[in-house]
């Protein structure tokens, strides 16, 4: 379930296609369009500008196209979604916006509840492949894809953090893991909340969980 006032920015360089999205959306009592952008350029400054949750990406934009954009925008924001939503459905553009950091990439003629779906996938931080497009791909392109993202993920952590996820998982103490580091508790505390915070879990036990399914540790 999507948490409650999820906030969105919908970059996209056509007008109409975000009005279109706004009406379709609102429809969701839990979601917000909180803004838009029409280019790659302003979707980096709105983000530095705003609290935004998710951001719905457009790939073919002017300025600084959507993949840079969400390349730029997932190093310096490591907590905000992107969702893709584009035209181009070939796998070289899906798996350079899953390289860039996308969380899902949705086809721009699918309908709003395969968009829905893509939402709560990300909040679970799980990938989404668009269904129309999804046939197309063989099992060896989905990994190869599911690889590229979960390099993503692990060059969001530093080498300490790292250092840290590994104690966490084998049950260490934020005492025990000061001790084993020689940093203090609160240090140890702070690189706890840190991973819970870019890795976009609740808790130790889902970070451990999500550490070991995608190979982080």
Known sequence: MLKQNTRL???????????????????????????FALNGKEAIEQCNSKDYDVVLMDIHMPVIDGIQATTTIRQLYPDIKIIILSTASDLSTVSNALKAGAHAYVLKDACSNELIKALHSVNK??????????????????????????????????????????LIADGYTNQQIADTLF?????????????????????????????LENKLI
Not at 14 to 29: A, N, P, T
Not at 150 to 164: D, G
């Open 9 to 35: 920015l919908v970059a996209d360089d056509h007008r109409l296609f975000i009005e279109g999205l706004q009406y379709v959306l609102k429809q969701d009592l839990n979601i917000e369009v909180a803004g």
């Open 125 to 166: 931080n799980e990938i989404y492949i668009s269904s129309s497009i999804g046939h197309f791909f063989s099992d060896d392109s989905v990994k190869s894809i599911r690889k590229d993202y979960i390099q993503f993920t692990k060059n969001l952590i530093t080498t300490r953090e790292q250092a840290v996820l590994r």
């Open 183 to 211: 940093i203090s508790v609160v240090t140890a505390d702070t690189y706890r909340k840190n991973l819970l915070a870019k890795l976009k879990v609740s808790n130790t036990a889902a970070l451990v969980r999500f550490a």
